[in-house]
């Protein structure tokens, strides 16, 4: 059983071993291993993960058996956007996938936003289980972003949003 928590330093190396099977196992069909490994290299080291951990106004959890990361998440307040909170990282194993990790760690990445009204993420509109995923957790599709995907790769991301107001 996992349970989520608020990661802490000592948990990086572990998402970040997390992160690299995750991505491999979603994006190399659609990037290539050697994009996945350049992106990986530079997105997740410990260093990048250690700033997003220190960064105010987010949260980073994990979900933790007492013996290995299953899961993690990585979500923080708009600059931009009014009481929106940016969902941008939630992964889990592909082995302990469709077990409701992703579930309980988005529903505690959910309660740490209390005044935000909506929450957003991007996904890659080639990922048909992200897509599902967010859709069954009540995120509805509201645009496009054209100047995201794996960083140059010209492919836009899709836009989710899900509203708050009834929590």
């Known amino acids: 059983m996992y349970f989520v928590r608020t990661a802490g330093e000592r948990d990086l190396d572990k998402v970040r071993a997390l992160l690299g099977e995750t991505w491999h196992a979603t994006y190399d069909g659609l990037y290539g291993a050697g994009k996945v490994d350049e992106l990986h290299a530079s997105w997740h080291s410990v260093a990048s993960l250690k700033t ?3 960064k105010k106004g987010s949260e980073f959890v994990v979900a933790d058996s007492g ?3 299953g899961g ?3 979500a923080s307040m708009s600059i931009d956007m009014a009481k929106t909170v940016l969902l ?7 082995l302990l996938q469709r077990q409701g990790i992703g579930r309980d760690i988005f529903a505690e990445l959910e309660t740490c936003f209390p005044d935000a009204e909506t929450i957003r993420v991007e996904v890659e509109p080639e990922n048909a289980l992200a897509i599902s995923f967010y859709q069954g957790l009540g995120f509805d599709e509201v645009g496009r972003n054209e100047n995201a995907g794996p960083k140059q790769s010209g492919i836009p991301t899709l836009v989710f949003e899900k509203s708050l107001a009834q929590r």
């Open 72 to 74: 993690m998440g990585y």
């Open 52 to 54: 997003r951990l220190e």
């Open 67 to 69: 013996k290995d990361i």
């Open 88 to 94: 941008h990282m939630l992964y889990v194993r592909p």
